[in-house]
T-cell receptor, first 113, second 109 residues
Framework: ETGVTQSPTHLIKTRGQQVTLRCSSQ?????VSWYQQALGQGPQFIFQ???????GRGNFPPRFSGLQFPNYSSELNVNALELDDSALYLC????????????FGPGTRLTVT | DQQVKQNSPSLSVQEGRISILNCDYT??????FLWYKKYPAEGPTFLIS?????DKNEDGRFTVFLNKSAKHLSLHIVPSQPGDSAVYFC????????FGTGTSLTVIP
């Protein structure tokens, strides 16, 4: 059984640029959630995708957008990067029903300069 | 507004003793609670969960207690082992997940 994978591991971007982060969900999981974890904080929910549709969104601006593909992999896109977007971005996959347990990837460390 | 709070940033415990990690929440609509463990350079790993209809769930050395009237959740690890040293996050769910800020547990051999 393959776990959740994310790419890239690290990247550095300049303020104002755009970035795409990728996530492959665990085999058989149909739901993907994205989280932002700033230094010293817990993960904060960005949004969730279920069967290629957005299924819930946290308190993040529209410049944070996502996609889920038919194979349940997912992308997180962030436009007009700001310095405060520097964080660890975590992807988690799960079965929407019946369980709530989410399985996290190792994260992508984004630094905005 | 932080709906899930872990007020102790760190905790040190001797090997073999009990570790108690605490978590408080404010939203009475939360219906599911989870604990995750996180090692450096890895994503959080699911540890144990509890539904709001229960007050206790046990899995080996790990027990989670839920006190709904106090809006308080705790994780007990008995006996603590050096490999338990990690950051522990509690999370609560009301359609979406809300995480606490984490408690760094150090188990001293």
């Amino acid at each position: 059984e393959t776990g959740v994978t994310q790419s890239p591991t690290h990247l550095i971007k300049t303020r104002g640029q755009q970035v795409t982060l990728r996530c492959s969900s665990q085999s058989g999981h149909n739901t993907v959630s994205w989280y932002q974890q700033a230094l010293g904080q817990g993960p904060q929910f960005i949004f969730q995708y279920y069967r290629e549709e957005e299924n819930g969104r946290g308190n993040f601006p529209p410049r944070f957008s996502g996609l889920q593909f038919p194979n349940y992999s997912s992308e997180l896109n962030v436009n007009a990067l700001e310095l405060d977007d520097s964080a660890l971005y975590l992807c988690a996959s799960s079965y929407r029903d019946p369980g709530y347990e989410q399985y996290f990837g190792p994260g992508t460390r984004l630094t905005v300069t | 507004d932080q709906q899930v709070k872990q007020n102790s940033p760190s905790l040190s415990v001797q090997e073999g003793r009990i570790s108690i990690l605490n978590c408080d929440y404010t939203n009475s609509m939360f219906d599911y609670f989870l604990w995750y463990k996180k090692y450096p350079a890895e994503g959080p790993t699911f540890l144990i969960s509890i539904s709001s209809i229960k007050d206790k769930n046990e899995d080996g050395r790990f027990t989670v207690f839920l006190n709904k009237s106090a809006k308080h959740l705790s994780l007990h690890i008995v006996p603590s082992q050096p490999g338990d040293s990690a950051v522990y996050f509690c999370a609560a769910s009301a359609h979406q997940f809300y995480f606490g800020t984490g408690t760094s547990l150090t188990v001293i051999p």
